[in-house]
């Protein structure tokens, strides 16, 4: 049985950094896309940040690059998000995501296999 676990979300200030941590179980990370998405309340959830299984290529969304990292420990089976300077628009819930190393469109919400079950990240002002 494949589980994908956040953990690391909390409650913070405008400015403070948080990292996120999603740790795999039943698959090996290595030959696997992994991403994080997050959902805001009352929103559709959207693309993060994603990277490739060989770490070659990662991706972020505009909104959170150059503040946001993503990182995989594929020794640890684990995938991490880093997140400075963070924003209340950052404020959501995040998930972590594994998808097939031939993703088309790691952007797209349809492409990927499993899913964790969130972990809540808050910012106040």
């Known amino acids: 049985q494949v589980r994908l676990v956040e953990s690391g979300g909390g409650l913070v200030q405008a400015g403070d950094s948080l990292r996120l941590s999603c740790a795999a179980s039943?698959?090996?990370?290595?030959?696997?896309?992994m991403a994080w998405f997050r959902q805001a309340p009352g929103k559709e959830r959207e693309f993060v940040a994603a990277?490739?299984?060989?770490?070659?290529?990662?991706d972020y969304d505009a909104s959170v690059k150059d503040r946001f990292t993503i990182s995989k420990n594929n020794r640890k089976n684990t995938v991490a998000l880093q997140m400075n300077v963070l924003k209340q628009e950052d404020t959501a819930v995040y998930y972590c995501?594994?998808?097939?190393?031939?993703?088309?469109?790691?952007?797209?919400?349809?492409?990927?296999?499993?899913w964790g079950q969130g972990t809540q990240v808050t910012v106040s002002s």
């Open positions: 039943g698959i090996t990370l290595g030959g696997y896309y």
């Open positions: 990277i490739s299984p060989s770490d070659v290529y990662r």
């Open positions: 995501a594994a998808g097939a190393s031939s993703i088309i469109n790691p952007r797209g919400n349809t492409d990927w296999i499993y």
